[in-house]
């Protein structure tokens, strides 16, 4: 040791000899020699009873120079010199023990109590019988009103506490965590978690003290509270819940304060107990930090660090776990591509070869989310690299694996122009049509389907939008319904229809032109699409003073040639086109301005101004001359009924066949019941099916049927003179005693139609059907459910035929309600309603199948 005394830091000059003798020992051994001599010699002066006496002489007048102490505490160091510098041998230093309590509890500075406490530390095990003396002397440490002294007997727990010692502190420990020092209540906190490996149950009592602290105005408290928190999830008196909450309101919080991590090192300390608990959560976290902070500020970040961020989330792509994927995709998406992708010169690419190709492959993830984002961060680094992915998908040089038709490959193209577009709404409006014509091709229009998935994408697509993408989407689509010289095919003009319908107050075309542009490609389509297009044309009638005559004449001409349901829909138009008062009455009963809440209004009202409309003569010459004669005219002037007694032999039950139940203009079903018998009849399931809760009543109680009110089939011969009545009777068995009338036991078992229907009302389901109602009855009667059917002319719903698909057994609570409506092409528009998807399904999928 070439340095003076004065610099050298030793204790005393006999402390500064030792060390120059032991440095400059010609050999280890000879060193080791030098200090074992030193221990036998200062066992010799602590054994003496003048130093005892001096130092208990200077306890009972601390006035006296504290000489006895001062040497005390010089011993002490040069044994603790020893034991640390000596290689070849132990040293045993218990002698001392005593004389180190001695000085940690009457010790008159601070100093001096400190070495005894360090000796203590060093030298004392934990399990050594001495260590109870040092309770007290702590305890009153604890207790004093000088904050060093707390402080070193915090320090001293912290550093060597021991069981025995949480009786005797544990009360005044919580009191010191609300000190005015932060000094204290930090050594608080790390005293608690040091004791806590010994009693768990510590940290209960002071759950909400350890909250506050968490808000604590010092950060060195708040992290020394942090760190007791942690303890405390451990043992389970926080739970994980409550405790990611703490963190993430303390990070809220931090962040909101001190952003920078290298000004605020709590924040690295709140992530990495976010990570312990919830790994993936604080990854991606950390990552959304990152997408805030500028790319040269993160560059700079990487380059002193000498790691690049995106090595922290490789091994997540080699995963099998599509959890792990997607944490990969998002935290990737959050780094700017010069900072791993090689567009920047001066940063050279992270990723190897063979990694950007598993990140290519994620286009083709089961996953739409994945897929979502791997565009976006490909397009980020090269916006070729996805147009040309685009291209090939569209002129179908690539098939992928889930594009099983032509559905899925419109609605996988849709997602990634939804990331070239880039919020720019003509663009996209652009590549909607490319798409649609594309994929629809040069078949004629009446012969495309409705591209129904598409649909429901565009629709949620634009109205999710912000308004002014929307506005602008809704531009660039009303114009191409007024320009003559566009081709909109049926899944465009779906979505047309829908949208001019709910976003007419956007629209920067006039409702008029929009109606006048409608109406002129409304022949072209099939039926279904015609639905959709007069129910838009009457809700901008609506907005229109006067509607053309064009317009007026284009339906008129639709009506001669069409079914049974369009004429219905063409005469709503063209009846209320002239009532405008009473259309804005059903546009303003609507519950909101969309397609299917204004088709709700329209049938909810419509019939009661149709049927008044139809006695003005003005109407009677809107229509065609056969529809008016037909709607105008009285039937029993022209069909005669001679009413005729009924069967006595026995009870029959007379009924159409399936091919003649809807033949009356209303639409009912008919059914002939003229037995007067008391007998109960026997009921096969198709009657079940087809007949009403009146009928079935009529029909178990044997109650006659008046004879005025007898439903017949009325068929007119050529000279209109007669009528015939063709009846299939169905013989009964004989019974001894009438059963339980079938209405009595329908009612107390099965549950109302309309009840069931507004139930599920967020479960909604409509199509149209090629078939018959009478075989999609017989289809459904086929699954192994009960059918409750009610018929046209009854409520609710009059003018369709309703049907209840009901549970076969008690256990089964799945229930379905259909709701029909005929069409004169032996066509039926359907609505169902079902919240069981495997059921929802499985009648999708019979009305779908042809018959």
């Known amino acids: 040791m070439d340095v003076p005394f004065i610099s050298s830091g030793a204790i005393s000059r006999a402390h500064y000899a030792l060390v120059r003798k032991v440095e400059t020992a010609p050999s280890p051994q000879v060193a080791d020699q030098y200090l074992l001599d030193e221990v036998d010699a200062v066992r010799d002066q602590l054994a003496r009873s003048t130093l005892t006496l001096v130092c208990r002489w200077c306890l009972c007048y601390p006035s006296h120079p504290d000489s006895g102490q001062k040497q005390c505490k010089e011993y002490l160091i040069i044994l603790l010199y020893c034991t640390t510098t000596v290689h070849s041998a132990d040293i045993d230093l218990d002698f001392a023990l005593h004389h180190a309590i001695t000085l940690a509890e009457s010790g008159k500075i601070v100093q001096d109590k400190r070495i005894g406490y360090l000796f203590c530390k060093e030298i004392m095990p934990l399990d050594h019988e001495l260590q109870l003396m040092l309770v007290n ?88 509270a942090l760190t007791a928190c942690s303890e405390s999830n ?55 930090a990152l997408a805030n902070t500028s790319p040269e500020l993160l560059s700079a970040v990487q380059e002193s660090r000498g790691r690049k961020f995106v090595e922290g989330i490789r091994g997540l792509l080699t995963s099998n776990e599509p959890n792990d994927i997607y944490l990969f995709v998002a935290c990737l998406e959050c780094l700017d591509s010069q900072l791993w992708a090689g567009t920047d010169s001066d940063v050279p690419v992270v990723l190897e070869e063979w990694e950007m190709e598993r990140v ?46 032509t559905d899925e490959t419109c609605k996988r193209l849709l997602e990634i122009i939804e990331v070239i577009s880039s919020g720019d709404s003509e663009l996209y409006v652009q590549h909607v049509k490319n798409i649609l014509q594309a994929v629809e ?109 064009e317009v007026i004449d284009t339906v008129r001409k639709l009506l001669e040639r069409s079914g049974r349901y369009i004429r219905r829909r063409c005469d709503q138009f063209i009846n209320l086109s002239l009532h405008k008062r009473a259309l804005r009455d059903i546009v303003s009963s609507a519950r909101s301005t969309s397609l299917p809440d204004f088709l709700a209004a329209l049938e909810a ?42 069967p006595k032999p026995a009870p029959r039950l007379r009924r159409y066949s399936s091919s003649s139940s809807r033949a009356s203009d209303d639409g009912s079903s008919k059914f002939v019941g003229e037995s007067q018998d008391g007998l109960a009849r026997t009921i096969t399931p198709g009657d079940l099916a087809l007949a009403s809760r009146r009928d079935l009543k009529t029909m178990s109680t044997g109650s006659p049927a008046p004879a005025n009110s007898l439903p017949v089939v009325q068929i007119l011969d050529e000279d209109d003179s007669a009528t015939r009545v063709d009846l299939i009777a169905l013989d009964s068995p004989f019974v001894s005693e009438p059963m339980q009338p079938i209405s009595a036991v329908l009612e107390a078992s099965e549950p109302d139609f309309e009840t069931v229907w507004n139930r599920l009302a967020d479960h909604n389901a409509r199509g149209w059907c090629e078939a018959s109602i009478d075989a999609v009855v017989r289809r459904l009667q086929g699954v192994q459910r009960r059918l409750k059917v009610i018929s046209e002319d009854q409520d609710p719903f009059k003018g369709e035929l309703k049907i209840l698909v009901l549970p076969s057994v008690a256990q089964d609570s799945r229930v379905a309600v259909l709701r029909l409506k005929a069409s004169d092409d032996d066509s039926c528009l359907w609505r169902l309603r079902c919240q069981d998807d495997s059921l929802l399904k499985m009648i999708r999928g019979m009305l779908a199948e042809s018959y």
Not at 375 to 403: K, N
Request: aromatic share 4%; hydrophobic share 40%.
């Open 360 to 405: 290519m492959k994620l286009l083709d993830s089961d996953d739409r989310c994945i897929r979502q984002k791997t565009l976006r961060i490909l397009q980020r680094i090269e916006t070729a690299i996805v147009e040309g992915y685009y291209s090939r998908i569209l002129q179908g040089d690539l098939q992928l694996s889930h594009m099983h038709n």
């Open 441 to 549: 091709g040069d078949t004629a229009m009446e012969l495309r389907h409705v591209l129904q998935d598409t649909v429901e994408e565009l629709l949620v697509y634009i109205r999710d939008a912000d308004i002014s993408f929307r506005s602008g989407c809704i531009g660039s689509l009303f114009a191409s319904v007024i320009a003559q010289d566009s081709q909109i095919g049926p899944t465009m003009m779906i979505v047309l229809v829908a949208l001019v319908t709910e976003f007419l107050s956007l629209s920067p075309t006039s409702p008029m032109n929009l109606l006048v542009g409608i109406s002129r490609r409304l022949s072209s389509y099939s039926v279904s699409i015609q639905d959709a297009c007069l129910l838009c044309m009457i809700r901008l009638a609506a907005e229109c003073d006067d509607v053309p005559t």
């Open 605 to 646: 009202q419509a019939p009661s101004v149709t049927s008044s409309s139809n006695r003005s003569p003005s109407l009677h010459t809107a229509q065609s001359p056969e529809r008016s004669v037909s709607r105008t005219s009285n039937p029993t002037q022209k069909l005669r009924y001679e009413a005729y007694e009924p």
């Open 234 to 288: 451990k043992a389970g008196l926080i739970s994980a819940d409550k405790y990611h909450a703490l963190l993430s309101r303390l990070l809220v919080s931090e962040w909101r304060n001190h952003p920078d991590p290298a000004k605020n090192p709590l924040l690295l300390k709140i992530i990495n107990a976010l990570h312990i608990i919830s790994s993936t959560a604080a990854l991606y976290q950390c990552f959304l």
């Open 137 to 224: 002397t702590l305890r009153k440490d604890l207790e004093s009103i000088d904050i060093s002294r707390i402080c070193l007997a915090l320090d001293n727990l912290i550093q060597s506490a021991t069981e025995d010692v949480i009786p005797a502190i544990q009360s005044r420990l919580t009191d010191l965590l609300s000190h005015n020092s932060m000094h204290v209540r930090r050594r608080a906190l790390l005293a608690f978690q040091r004791l806590s490996r010994y009693s768990p149950g510590i940290l209960q009592g002071i759950t909400s003290k350890l909250q506050k602290r968490l808000t604590d105005s010092d950060p060195v408290v708040v992290s020394a």
